[in-house]
């Protein structure tokens, strides 16, 4: 079987990069046979992965953050839907980590070797975005955990340029409050089939895993391959309000704060008069407005037995 690791030699604050030659080496030695190659720049890594697929990989494992794994899933759709008897692997080695918990996925090293060996894959919905660039221009991306579009678009740009020699979830934490003293909720007009938001809202979360922003448990219903999304919106809270109740989100007790709103539904549009960002599985991608379609059981991911 053919595999390729796309590295992301920046991830985990540079500490991916110069442990990989040895983490390569101990792979092959547990019987995980592949090829890798190192990224450069952003988005580096869909290239490599839509040219990884179409040169016979099997496989394309993302070793890095949940940033690095979004880029490795968007190489899968470069030429349409996924390839057939194809897979999706994440070695985690980032900041974030929010996508390996919903699917249970290990992070040390062994036992990554024996789920690649194993290969045990589990079919699950992508989302797809189509939406404003930064730069204006017409952009359609695809994510398999968490989009947001509020807040957490601001928070993610603040955490990708901040040190990360304090760990994912501290350095989260703390941006996340610096954040909230400053931001402003924005209007916004949320529609679909199955459910409808407008007012000004902090944060418009849509969920196809459970977790975002280091371990906080968002949409701690939400399933990866039931087509569907979770929805949670955080309506008009204020800073010091948020503040008071951050912890909330991280134990799952915001759901009953009469201020948030959740839905199912397979597809939604959401609007602003005002410039809103979007952060898709930990990257700030875009503005709205914003369509996000469920893509049901789209993806192989390679996981745990």
């Known amino acids: 079987m053919k595999t390729a690791f796309i590295v992301n030699p920046a ?53 890095g953050g949940d940033g690095t794994l979004n880029e490795v899933a968007n190489g899968f759709f470069v030429n349409g839907d996924p ?62 955990n968490i989009a947001d579009a509020g807040i957490g678009g601001v928070v993610v740009d603040r955490v990708n340029h901040a040190s990360k020699v304090l760990g994912g979830r501290l350095t989260f934490q703390l941006v996340s409050l610096r954040t909230l003293l400053s931001y402003k909720p924005q209007p916004v007009e949320v529609t679909s ?16 895993c459970q977790y975002f922003g280091g371990s906080m448990h968002v949409a701690p219903k939400a399933l990866p391959d039931d087509g569907l999304f979770d929805v949670v919106i955080f309506g008009e809270i204020g800073g010091f309000e948020a503040i008071r109740s951050i912890q909330d989100i991280y134990k799952a007790k915001h759901v009953s704060n009469p201020k948030v709103k959740t839905w199912r539904t397979q597809t939604l549009q959401v609007a602003s008069p005002e410039r ?19 893509l049901h059981s789209v993806l192989n991911v390679v996981v745990p037995t």
């Open 276 to 294: 809103v960002l979007i952060d898709v599985d930990g990257e700030m991608s875009g503005t709205l407005p914003a369509t996000f379609t469920n």
């Open 193 to 208: 089939d199955d459910g409808s938001f407008e007012g000004r809202a902090q944060n418009v979360v849509v969920a196809n």
């Open 11 to 63: 991830s985990a604050n540079g500490r991916t990069g110069r442990e990989w030659p040895g983490l390569s080496d101990r792979l092959t030695t547990l019987g995980v046979e592949h090829d890798s190659v190192l990224t450069n720049g952003p988005a580096e890594a869909t290239e490599l992965t839509a040219i990884a697929l179409a040169e016979g990989a099997e496989r394309v494992i993302a070793v």
């Open 83 to 144: 390839p057939p008897n194809t897979a999706l692997g994440l070695f985690p080695y980032g900041t974030g980590g929010d996508f390996r918990r919903t699917l249970g996925i290990p992070t040390e090293l062994e036992a990554i070797a024996r789920m690649l060996n194993d290969d045990r894959r589990r079919p699950i919905d992508a989302g797809r975005i189509e939406m404003q660039g930064l730069d204006g221009v017409p952009l359609t991306r695809h994510f398999i």
